[in-house]
């Protein structure tokens, strides 16, 4: 395994070497992420180039103590409530938005603008459905065929996540350890998955599931209690065998979660190679049905991209946005 981050408020108990990074946040659509910046994130409203076909490959880009590329860090954002945000408050509602989302967001001529409203109203739309199991058949039934099965593959991811975490797990008082930053553009972080892809066999979708799972794409930085570092949360010693560069690029680190995955069975074997990764069922499935939908879909990818970190404390959950980091 490779990862690790205490789990209260995210996950639960931390596994060998790969404990969890998954914030609580996955819950939501078992992915969140996502703010600004970056390639189909940039403010302007220009046609989005969609990362469904492969990307021209660029230079890792590390985390540094400024932001993403070593621009100066912003003014600190604060977290903020949960409950302050539009969430649909019906399976109706529910519906209404993920057929929306998901048909915006595999539609041709997208704009930055309207791909990070889609990737937020997905998100969204899948933590209030988290929040109401009771209505995920309601909601299934009610989207169109051709989308019931990302629906019920997001749905099954964001439940396999959250079971992580135990019922009797006591919600901490203050906000992790955690800097939220833009994450790489979109465009280049799908070269690094094709690259590594290339080079091993790994299909990059399972890369960019893992990737989301763990670090939302790299807009968390923070350190593990377990010692897991860097967007593709490796532990030192994993690290050391599979890695080269720096293991807080996210060029790099997915290049050796690549090289990991293939030492333990992949792609022949990709139940394998990813309960080695992390050591659960749990995340083995969840990270199976992330990428099926963007196996199915290449530009799926596009929403998870955008989804936002999350983060539940004892006094509620807060939206984690980019700039974030511990007063």
């Known amino acids: 395994m490779v990862c ?40 302007r409203d220009v046609t989005v180039t969609s990362t469904s076909a492969p990307g021209t490959a660029a230079s890792g880009t590390a985390w540094a103590g400024t932001g993403q590329g070593g621009t100066p860090r912003a003014a600190r954002v604060p977290a903020v409530p949960a409950s302050r ?41 899948y933590r209030a459905l988290a929040a109401h199991p009771g209505w995920v058949a309601k909601v ?57 892809a290339q080079a091993t066999g790994i299909p990059w979708a399972y890369l960019a599931a893992i990737h989301l799972v763990e670090t939302r794409v790299g807009r968390i930085h923070g350190l593990s209690s377990a010692g897991a570092q860097g967007p593709m949360q490796f532990i030192p010693a994993t690290w050391a065998a599979y890695g080269t560069g720096d293991i807080n690029s996210d060029h790099d680190a997915i290049q050796a979660a690549a090289r990991y995955l293939a030492s333990r069975g992949g792609p022949g074997d990709m139940d394998r190679a990813l ?10 499935a ?20 955008q989804w936002q970190v999350f983060y539940a404390k004892r006094d509620g959950t807060y939206l984690l946005p980019e700039g974030f980091r511990p007063a």
């Open 140 to 196: 299934v039934a009610a989207v169109p065929a051709d989308l019931q099965a990302a629906v019920q593959a997001n749905v099954d991811a964001g439940a396999a996540l959250a079971s992580l975490t135990p019922a009797d797990t006591e919600a901490p008082t203050t906000f992790p350890d955690w800097e939220i930053l833009a994450p790489a553009p979109a465009a280049a972080l799908r070269s690094y998955y094709d690259e590594a």
């Open 275 to 284: 309960f080695s990764y992390n050591n659960d069922d749990r995340y083995v």
């Open 85 to 125: 945000l539009a969430t649909p408050a019906s399976a109706k509602a529910v519906a209404r938005d993920l057929t929306a989302a998901e048909r915006g967001l595999r539609a041709d001529g997208r704009t930055a603008a309207s791909t990070r409203s889609f990737g937020r109203r997905q998100q969204r739309a």
């Open 4 to 43: 690790g981050l205490p789990r209260a408020g995210i996950l639960g108990a931390v596994p060998r070497r790969r404990a969890r990074f998954l914030l609580l946040v996955v819950l939501a659509g078992a992915v969140s992420a996502c703010g600004g910046g970056g390639g189909q994130l940039a403010q």
């Open 286 to 305: 969840a990270v199976k049905a992330y990428a099926s939908v963007i196996l199915d879909d290449p530009k799926a990818f596009d929403g998870y991209y």
